[in-house]
């Protein structure tokens, strides 16, 4: 987990607000990624970003926004448009070149009731 | 369009016996292709890659994955199991999409 921190690592919000997680990375690296991780679902990516000021939808992106504003962050900011926003989110990096292997945070476990 | 097959959604295995987590992709062109290990409530970890050469690769704490492209396969293997390899393990690969694809994953349970 080094290199790129989450917080919080627990986060319990109600339901109908908006609730931003961060993520936090001093790799120096370019890419960034957001999964949502649930029970037997394996990763499914949310955002990534390539560079600053710029980002993409992944997958399941809907009810989810993000911000690239320095290289070092990549916020989630998940809406209450997410209808089932329960779950447990990961933020990745890749170091680019020939590095095609991801780096990962800790990971923040979101409650929603 | 890419995908990544984890078949089996638990495998059990003795301390001190060999262990074998499959995974089979499908991918346009050259794949790359990774293995992760997770641990209870925490990140993913790398464990290695295959990119390019030789098909059996080797990676962190004694895990090594054979490369077989007629097969389509990466199986991840290590020759003795411990208990503390308990964990989830992902396959990933990336193949033109500059994004990996990843498996749902297999629980590994190593039994005393």
């Known amino acids: 987990d080094g290199g790129i921190t989450q917080s919080p690592k627990y986060l319990f919000r109600k339901e109908g607000q908006n609730v931003t997680l961060s993520c936090e990375q001093n790799?120096?690296?370019?890419?960034m990624y957001w999964y949502r991780q649930d029970p037997g679902q394996g990763l499914r990516l949310i955002y990534y970003s390539q560079i600053v000021n710029d980002f993409q939808k992944g997958d399941i992106a809907e009810g989810y926004s993000v911000s690239r504003e320095k290289k070092e962050s990549f916020p989630l900011t998940v809406t209450s448009a997410q209808k089932n926003p329960t779950a447990f989110y990961l933020c990745a990096t890749t170091a680019g070149g020939s590095s095609y292997e991801q780096y990962f945070g800790p990971g923040t476990r979101l409650t929603v009731t | 369009a890419q995908s990544v097959a984890q078949p089996e959604d638990q495998v059990n295995v003795a301390e001190g016996n060999p262990l074998t987590v499959k995974c089979t992709y499908s991918v346009s062109g050259n794949p790359y292709l990774f293995w992760y290990v997770q641990y209870p409530n925490r990140g993913l970890q790398f464990l290695l890659k295959y990119i390019t050469g030789d098909n059996l690769v080797k990676g962190s704490y004694g895990f090594e994955a054979e490369f077989n492209k007629s097969q389509t396969s990466f199986h991840l293997k290590k020759p003795s199991a411990l208990v503390s390899d308990s964990a989830l393990y992902f396959c990933?690969?990336?193949?033109?999409?500059?994004?990996?694809?990843f498996g749902r994953g297999t629980s590994l349970i190593v039994h005393p």
């Open positions: 990933a690969v990336k193949g033109g999409s500059y994004i990996p694809t």
């Open positions: 790799l120096n690296h370019d890419a």
